[in-house]
């Protein structure tokens, strides 16, 4: 168990709909990120939020947003779900906002597999 | 941040060392140097880290050239539940700290 808990495991949805996906980070960890690993695309980040504020923009699409909420737990909303948006995605999470404020390594959850049909 | 350069596939025998290297000939001075792995498809495992300096911990050594463009990644006695896609990161220390992964490489620990 790394510390960072995403949920669901598993979700199995139909294109158009909209799901939501959680994570809780690791106790003290005030930064989150998203990253998305679908089979031809690799690792993408898509989005940062430090302590409550967006921090940071990859390749995130219009349909997807993401909010940190008080407890410092994130969600990633996924809209007008497309049968290319199945992928694993992971949440990881790190103390700092900034690469120089501490060096250290990311924490990763375990995922949560999106099957889109 | 420096882009990196990993050969796509490599294999070992367990028990044997794993030596996986990592071209980063852009890099700049306030750049590390980080290794991650991910075994099947779990969530990507923090191995070590360093700068300039030799790194070692309990998993692995980081062994990092003098003019830093090139990187080697110990695992000194790889077993079967080491087989898995590594990723080489460069990083720098100013910016946001989003990761940016690349293809890595995966290594294949065979009996």
């Known amino acids: 168990d790394s510390g960072v808990t995403q949920t669901p495991k598993h979700l199995i949805t139909a294109t158009g709909q909209r799901v939501t996906l959680r994570c809780s980070p690791r106790s003290g960890d005030l930064s989150v990120y998203w990253y998305q690993q679908s089979l031809d695309q690799g690792l993408q980040f898509l989005i940062q939020y430090y302590n409550g504020e967006e921090r940071a923009k990859g390749n995130i699409l219009e349909r997807f947003s993401a909010q940190q909420f008080p407890d410092l737990h994130s969600e990633l909303n996924l809209s007008s779900l497309e049968l290319g948006d199945s992928a694993l995605y992971f949440c990881?999470?790190?103390?700092?906002?900034?690469?120089?404020?501490?060096?250290?390594?990311?924490?990763f959850g375990s995922g949560t597999r999106l099957t889109v049909v | 941040d420096a882009k990196t350069t990993q050969p796509p596939s490599m294999d070992c025998a367990e028990g044997r060392a794993a030596n996986l290297p990592c071209n980063h000939s852009t890099i700049s001075g306030n750049e590390y140097v980080y290794w991650y792995r991910q075994i099947h498809s779990q969530g990507p495992q923090y191995i070590i880290h360093?700068?300039?300096n030799n790194e070692t911990n309990e998993m692995a050594s980081l062994i990092i050239t003098e003019d830093r463009k090139s990187s080697t990644l110990i695992l000194p006695h790889a077993t079967l539940r080491d087989t898995a896609v590594y990723y080489c990161i460069v990083r720098s220390t100013g910016t946001a700290s989003k990761l940016t992964f690349g293809t890595g490489t995966r290594l294949q620990v065979t009996l």
């Open positions: 360093g700068l300039k």
């Open positions: 990881a999470s790190s103390p700092h906002l900034r690469q120089g404020d501490y060096p250290g390594g990311y924490t």
